[in-house]
C-alpha cells in the first residue's frame, strides 16, 4: 500500500468580513484541519480503529464527513435527488463499519469531490432559505443553520481526528497560523 494522504497547508481564516465569507472560511478551515490530521497516512492507518468495539477511524470521518457534505449541502438545502455514498437503510453505519483500508485514496477523493459539489450547491441559496430536510419530515432549517451545524460537525470531528492520530502515531496538537491581520 503506497498511497499515503497528500500534506496540507493550513488556511489562515477570515475573522471579519461579509457573513457568507466568514462562514465559508469557517467551514474551509474545519475541512483543512481534518485533512490535515490525515495527512502522511496510508489506508491502514487511516482504517485504524480507535478503540474496541467503536468503528471510529480516520478513514471512517472521511466517508462520514463525506455523507455530511452531500446530505446536508446538495441533498437538503440544494434539494439535489441523490442517495447516500455508503449508508442505507439497510446498512446505516456503512460508513463506518465498511472503511478498509484498500479503499482509502477512492473514499479520500470521493471526500475532496463532494465538499466541491456541496460548495457549488450552496454557493448562490440565500442564507435565509429554510429547508425541509427530505428524510427527516417537518425538520426545517435555514442554509445558515445548516453552515453553522457543518461548521460544528466539522469541530467535533477534528476532535476526534486529534484522538485518533495521536493513537496512530503519537502526533499531537494544533499549530495554526495567528496573527492580528484583519483577513
Avoid at 417537518?138 to 484522538?163: C, F, K, Q, T
Wanted: overall charge negative.
Amino acid at each position: 500500500m503506497t498511497w499515503t494522504a497528500p500534506a496540507i497547508e493550513l488556511p489562515e481564516h477570515s475573522r471579519l468580513g461579509a457573513e457568507r465569507a466568514l462562514l465559508n472560511s469557517l467551514l474551509e478551515r474545519g475541512r483543512a484541519i481534518f485533512l490535515w490530521k490525515c495527512s502522511g497516512l496510508n489506508g491502514i492507518h487511516l482504517a485504524a480503529r480507535a478503540v474496541e468495539p467503536s468503528s471510529m477511524s480516520l478513514l471512517g470521518l472521511i466517508r462520514h464527513l463525506s455523507e455530511d457534505e452531500r446530505g446536508w449541502f446538495r441533498i437538503c438545502a440544494a434539494g439535489e435527488k441523490l442517495d447516500y455514498i455508503y449508508c442505507s437503510e439497510s446498512n446505516p453505519d456503512g460508513d463506518f463499519d465498511d472503511a478498509l483500508p484498500e479503499s482509502a485514496e477512492d473514499d479520500y477523493e470521493r471526500y475532496l469531490a463532494e465538499i466541491a459539489l456541496a460548495d457549488k450547491a450552496v454557493a448562490e441559496l440565500p442564507l435565509d432559505l429554510v429547508v425541509e430536510h427530505p428524510a427527516r419530515p417537518g425538520l426545517r432549517v435555514s442554509v445558515r443553520w445548516i453552515y453553522l451545524h457543518m461548521i460544528e460537525e466539522y469541530g467535533r470531528h477534528d476532535g476526534h481526528a486529534d484522538l485518533l492520530r495521536e493513537r496512530i502515531d503519537g502526533a499531537t496538537g494544533y499549530q495554526a497560523p495567528f496573527d492580528n491581520k484583519a483577513s
